[in-house]
């Protein structure tokens, strides 16, 4: 088994930046991402489809999961420890089940690849289960569900990740920041889409403080490996990091442990490393599931949607559907062209284009 040291040899050495943020176009930002991928030894169509999951991630808000990373995966291809060229292999296949394996490639083609299969399957079935081992880092976990929940399809998914988490109580990083994700379509417009991590802000965000010399606000609670509250990204990055709920959301770390990486045949908890991550999808057909069908289930949502609409806000509050915000803020930078990406991010894309002779006229 790897030492802890080899084990975090995905995660990326920040360097500090002192450049500005730009505002990039969208359509820039999808080219030059298909580019870099495609110089990094991608297929064209693979490389596009990791472009669009990159360029939905950042849309919607979600930007520390779409081309923040670019920088990482150009260097896991050059360790060696993930491939460009690797597809999504079926191991096993019944009327209501897919299980592939992603031979160490990109975790966004990978997994996206599969779900691909995996809809029909279930529009057929009314149900399928499907599980990926060997796979990567997925990027924003939303992004499969709402493939699901775009054909109909109500949708669970949730994957492993690198240990960062302790068991509640302890200071050992045995279990990784797993992300849960749903979605569950609605008669018109976007489904409702749930997609949350383990701790109470994604750790990419503490990877941009420490890019951009910031501090981190005391109530995301981290500690160093003492148990003291920290702000510093260094010190948190390597201490206990929080789990929602305490003991909780270590719970559901050991249950997403147990979906992804047990049940798919992968790696689990301590075991998991960059390649070697696993991940599980459950798809269902709202027609065959709801004993009345498609429309009585449509019905239902609209009800529950209405119930929500019509509660008690507090002043100055405003109640949202799981994953509102997100849909309201990619329509507006869609509608505006652009999106802005802060310096960390800008300077990663001009190094990334330097490594890989690839001309830089993002901004």
Known sequence: MSTPEQRQRGIPTIERTEGEPADIAVDAVRGFTADVFTAAGMARADAETVAENFLWADSRGVDTHGVQRIPWYLRWFEQGITDPKAQVEILRERPSLLSGDGHSGLGQLVATRFVERMIPKALESGLCLGTIRMSNDWGCGGW????????????????????????????????????IAFAFPRRE??????????????????LRAQAEGTELPAAWGFQDRDGNPTSDPATALAGIVPAIGGYKGTGLAMITNLLAGVLSGSAHTSAVEVGKRGQFFVFMDPDVVHPEGREAYFDAVEDLVAQVRAVDVLPGQQVFLPGEPEELRRQERLAAGVIRYPASVVDGLRKSAEKLGLPFDLV
Not at 149 to 175: D, E, H, M, V, W
């Open 189 to 206: 417009g976007a489904p409702i889409l749930l997609d949350m991590a383990l701790t109470p802000v994604a750790l990419g965000k503490v």
């Open 144 to 179: 499969y569900p709402h493939l699901a929940a775009s054909a109909g399809l109500a949708a669970i998914a949730t994957t492993t990740s690198i240990p960062n988490l302790a068991p509640y109580g302890a200071r050992t990083k045995l279990f990784g920041n797993n992300p």
